[in-house]
């Protein structure tokens, strides 16, 4: 919802229109209820699911493994919130075959290997191609560590037409050092909100940005390794 912008539309309104809009439901429950509807009682994430239920979209359903998953006691829900969780989760099983997760990183090739299966089923090779290219890459992003990814959104976020946000930025650096820049690109495209085209035009000037930072950097190295030598001599 931080991604919506000024809409007309009330967020309940504008979260149902997304679902109607949608070819695939993909449900996450961790351990808040989440966002209340003052009509109808129920979360945005509860109303949004029953939205997909009743259009008859293929639903994958994740629950957050609470025993692996590690979690602050400030982000766990109690009371009424905690009851109409439990009673939310115990209805997504009864519905449909739930899968866990125990970190970010689980979810997320979770959720990849199973649209693959799910769009392949559909008969849509070139997603179904995509979808398995990034499953198969997922393991060997290039993590960055937090003055890393500064140093580098410094250097490189004035590449796209419209900055990602820096979840997405972070992830796109990660899969261009890896090597994928496909993989980049898909999800600059679908996390940033972009047209494919301007993303792939960003990833040129940004890997252009990450040659020239290593470039310097080696000169750099160079420069202080002959320093050292001509002072050993």
């Known amino acids: 919802m931080e991604f919506f912008g000024a809409l007309p539309e009330s967020p309940k309104e504008e979260c149902l229109r997304l679902v109607r809009a949608s070819e695939v439901f993909v449900g996450v429950v961790g351990v808040r209820y989440g966002s209340i509807d003052p009509e109808s009682g129920k979360s945005m994430s509860q109303l949004e699911y029953e939205e997909a239920a009743a259009l008859r979209l293929p639903c994958l359903i994740y629950l957050m493994d609470e025993d692996r998953h590690p979690v602050l006691p400030k982000h766990v829900e109690l009371g009424e919130g905690a009851a109409k969780l439990a009673a939310f989760k115990d209805s997504l099983r009864k519905a449909h075959v739930v899968s866990t997760f125990s970190s970010p990183l689980d979810l997320a090739a979770k959720v990849t290997q199973d649209l693959v299966r799910l769009v392949g089923a559909r008969d849509n090779l070139p997603t179904a191609e995509v979808l398995a290219h990034i499953a198969k890459n ?96």
């Open 138 to 233: 997922a393991t060997i992003r290039h993590p960055l560590t937090e003055p890393r990814f500064q140093y580098l959104r410094e250097k490189v976020v004035g590449a796209f037409k419209k900055a990602p946000p820096d979840p997405i930025l972070r992830e796109a650096l990660e899969l261009i050092l890896a090597g994928d820049n496909m993989a980049a690109s898909f999800v600059l495209s679908r996390g940033g909100a972009m047209p494919l085209d301007d993303a792939v035009d960003g990833l040129m000037e940004v890997e252009k940005i990450i040659a020239e930072v290593i470039r310097v950097g080696r000169a750099r190295i160079e420069a202080e390794k002959a320093k050292s030598s001509k002072e050993g001599g």
